[in-house]
């Protein structure tokens, strides 16, 4: 098992050089020249020889190879390099508004389950029923709808409209708690909405595969009262799928929240990587990219040694 | 097994639905008004320039020696007095103000400030003009004789920019000081400022607000819902399409000027736009309303001359529909030029900012209806602007305004000596207008001035060396409860939060 976690590992390091390397030469070949974009601001032209000091100032004067490796001596050292901006430490940016995305996902994870995981299995004991015929279309609604669509029309009714709710943006949880929570409200149940409909429809079809296996029948033989067959027998053999489904779309939002963001005025993670690829802030681009991929690699080397745990078939293969 | 919900439950939760409201996230500290700006400033660094939303912020912190009054004129800020000496020496008067760390303001604080932006190794915005300077006298602490080394009328006019503010010397290794109403109270990167009122500002009685809470909302319409759900006090760039409603809303306030403006700019450094009849058959191909309308939503005006506002002393009635649209002169300069079966062309402009693609859009059909066939390119803004420094365009659409109402200001965009930039076109260098550019930044006498002006626009008029399209209103919104605050005339609009000192919100 030992040797099996250190080529694993070894792997997946050798996923994130990979990564760190594409990123560095796409960020550098597309056109676009921090320097002159911080210095023609507002439409003026910047003085050349201003613009040929910044990038003096910010090494970007120096051969690609040379940036290359200073950028490997830095990320070996776990420096993410500072914004090209302001020189604020990207590490640090990135340690504020990460945990601020995964908040925002998580939430909506949670609604996400909290909707889709009963109302899947409300629709799969009475299939073909109206009730199962309408949530079925709901859920492909929900699922064919674009968040910016849900996000914008939530915006438009709950704050402008009715004005329950702020229209947006951001507040620290640790100064104000409560308008913490109703600012994440409407942005969390955008993504949500999607996301449950995902959720009903796998909850759905694996309760159903699952109602028909052989011991949920002999527990209905036995007499076991049907809640108690629902709740032990069938729903936790569907969740494996379901858990599964759900893991996957969780990574894919980590990178993937940035309308929701946008049209929330959420400062998390992925609003931070689209406002840094406009700005060709190159260490903040190649910061956040990084740290994405590297969650996604630590995720699938987690998964990758948890099957070798339950399966030693796995590892030895 | 079944789940019952009560009827009565259900009714009741759900008319209890509307006092769910959270009042935390809106909740107004009196005296404080809530900003909705429309990105967060990249850096408020005094000397640089990263945009108009960082300016914004920036008059509220720094003030320089001389500033704009709500009637857009020049007014004295840190100085309470100035005026030429001679034909190349200006002098300042300093009024007795003080820095936020609580040290009185010196002739020593301009020399240094000045000193900074001139540096070598500087990138001030205004660096290469404050090389101009000869020599910075201070005879007394509170008198300063600005020296240039050629004679220059718009001294004034730089000293009033938001991008040379008087620091104090005391500022030199660290965090920069200035003598604005309010002083940074904290800051929350990428999100919001909260600014306070400074007690020791040096107009008595002022400011009037105890702060101002600026947050920043890219999003337009969320920018427009935050105000009308009540969020914010007040907002900048009201987009187009929603002032009409904004007008229409008896709790709100829309205050609008035409100051910036859209234009082309052409390579010339190639055919055909090395031909002024092609560039003039250009200016005369479109119809400027259409993109009012298509981009605007109909809140601006066209721009059939150079972008010298009607209401500027410096307007030329007689050339203000020097380029106006007739498809037919257009065609028969294009014949003159040998170009009667029409070309192709690349037309560069970007799909980052809806009035920019929506501006080249309309000019591709009208360029299409005289013949010009003209291939879009839209990137990205950032990609844009590279291209367009490096000159690798035919045609391409522009937006902007200029950094003042003085017309030495369009320098910026006719001046062929100066670098390559994507804000002017790319190689078209007309002698007559470097001249009389020159002469106009040197001449004293306002009515000899005036005539440079209005020569300068006869030549540009044939000369085309941009292609005025459209101004494009600009609109500050708020709630009926502000007072105070201005949309300063024309190209000074971005300076508008020079007024934050005398707001109040009701």
């Not at chain 2, 103000?97 to 009185?104: L, R, V």
Request: aromatic share 8%; with cysteine; net charge neutral.
């Amino acid at each position: 098992m030992l040797g099996y976690a250190a080529r694993r590992s070894v792997v997946a390091l050798g996923l994130v050089w990979v990564v760190a390397t594409l990123v560095f030469l796409v960020i550098h070949l597309i056109p676009g020249d921090p320097a002159e974009l911080l210095l023609s601001q507002g439409g003026f032209a910047p003085d050349p020889a201003a613009v040929a000091e910044l990038r003096e100032r910010l090494g970007l004067d120096r051969p690609l190879p040379e940036q290359y490796l200073a950028y490997l001596g830095d990320l070996a050292r776990g420096d993410l390099g500072r914004s090209l901006l302001d020189e604020h430490p990207v590490a640090e940016e990135i340690a504020l508004r990460l945990p601020r995305t995964l908040e925002l996902i998580l939430a909506a994870a949670l609604l996400a389950v909290a909707v889709g995981l009963p109302l899947g299995t409300l629709a799969a004991l009475r299939a073909g029923g109206i009730g199962d015929r309408v949530l079925s279309v709901l859920a492909g609604v929900a699922m064919s709808v674009p968040v910016f669509v849900i996000g914008t029309l939530a915006v438009l009714v709950f704050a402008q409209k009715l004005r329950w709710v702020s229209a947006g943006g951001f507040t620290p949880f640790d100064r104000d708690p409560l308008g913490h929570l109703a600012l994440l409200a409407m942005p969390a149940a955008t993504i949500a909405v999607g996301l449950a409909a995902v959720v009903f429809r796998m909850t759905r079809s694996s309760i159903l595969e699952v109602l028909g296996r052989d011991y949920v029948r002999t527990a209905v033989a036995k007499g076991v009262a049907p809640l108690r067959i629902v709740v032990h027998h069938v729903v936790r053999n569907a969740l494996i799928p379901v858990v599964t489904v759900l893991a996957l779309h969780l990574g894919t939002l980590l990178g993937g929240t940035v309308l929701v963001e946008y049209v929330f005025n959420w400062p998390g993670l992925s609003g931070y990587l689209v406002n840094a690829v406009e700005a060709r802030d190159y260490p903040e681009v190649m910061g956040i990219v990084l740290v994405i991929s590297v969650l996604f690699v630590l995720l699938n080397l987690a998964v990758d040694l948890l099957y070798a745990l339950l399966d030693p078939r796995v590892r030895h293969a | 097994m079944s789940f019952v919900t009560s009827r009565r439950a259900f009714v009741a939760g759900a008319a209890a639905l509307p006092f769910l409201r959270m009042p935390g996230a809106r909740a107004a500290t009196p005296g404080v008004l809530t900003f909705g700006l429309s990105s967060f400033p990249p850096s408020i660094e005094p000397f640089a320039n990263t945009g108009t939303a960082a300016a914004t912020i920036k008059v509220m912190i720094y003030r320089g020696l001389l500033s704009y009054g709500k009637d857009g004129l020049l007014r004295g800020d840190l100085a309470e007095s100035w005026g030429p000496e001679g034909q190349t020496a200006w002098v300042f008067k300093l009024r007795d103000a003080t820095f936020h760390n609580g040290e009185k303001l010196t002739s020593a604080d301009v020399k240094w400030t000045i000193e900074q932006i001139a540096a070598e190794k500087s990138t001030a915005f205004f660096r290469k003009e404050m090389q101009g300077v000869a020599a910075v006298e201070t005879p007394d602490d509170r008198t300063v004789r600005l020296v240039m080394k050629e004679p220059n009328v718009t001294v004034p006019r730089l000293m009033a920019s938001y991008h040379l503010p008087i620091i104090s010397k005391a500022s030199a290794g660290g965090e920069a000081i200035g003598a604005g109403p309010f002083k940074v109270k904290s800051t929350e990167r990428g999100v919001s400022m909260e600014l306070e009122a400074f007690d020791k500002y040096f107009r008595p009685g002022l400011p009037k607000l105890k702060g101002i809470r600026a947050i920043a909302y890219k999003d337009e319409n969320l920018r427009v819902a935050a105000l009308q759900a009540g969020d914010v006090d007040l907002i900048e760039y009201v987009p187009w399409q929603s002032m009409e409603a904004i007008s229409k809303d008896p709790a709100l306030t829309l205050d609008t000027t035409d100051g910036p403006f859209m234009y082309l700019v052409f390579n010339g450094a190639k055919k055909p736009f090395d031909d002024a009849r092609v560039r003039k058959a250009v200016a005369h191909a479109i119809n400027r309303d259409d993109i009012v309308k298509a981009a605007f939503f109909g809140r601006g005006s066209g721009l059939a001359h150079l972008p010298i506002a009607e209401g500027s002393e410096f307007f030329n009635a007689e050339y203000k529909d020097a380029w106006s649209y007739d498809p037919a002169l257009s065609k028969k300069l294009l014949t003159e030029a040998g170009l009667g079966g029409g070309f192709s062309c690349s037309l560069l402009s970007t799909a980052q900012y809806g009035m920019h693609k929506d501006t080249a859009e309309v000019v591709q059909q009208h360029l299409m209806a005289v013949g010009i066939n003209a291939q879009l390119n839209l990137p990205d803004w950032a990609t844009r602007v590279a291209l367009g420094n490096k000159g690798q365009y035919d045609l391409a659409v522009m937006g902007t305004a200029a950094d003042s109402n003085d017309p030495d200001g369009l320098s910026n965009f006719i001046d062929g000596t100066l670098s390559p930039s994507y804000v002017r076109s790319h190689g078209v260098k007309v002698d007559r207008i470097i001249e009389l550019l020159q002469a106009g930044r040197v001449e004293f006498d306002e009515a000899k001035r005036k005539a440079i002006y209005k020569e300068l626009e006869k030549v540009a008029v044939d000369e085309v060396p941009i292609a005025g399209l459209a101004w494009r209103s600009q609109g500050y919104a708020m709630k009926k409860g502000v007072t105070g605050f201005k949309n300063l005339p024309g190209a000074l609009t971005f300076y508008s939060g020079l007024t934050f000192e005398e707001t109040s919100i009701g």
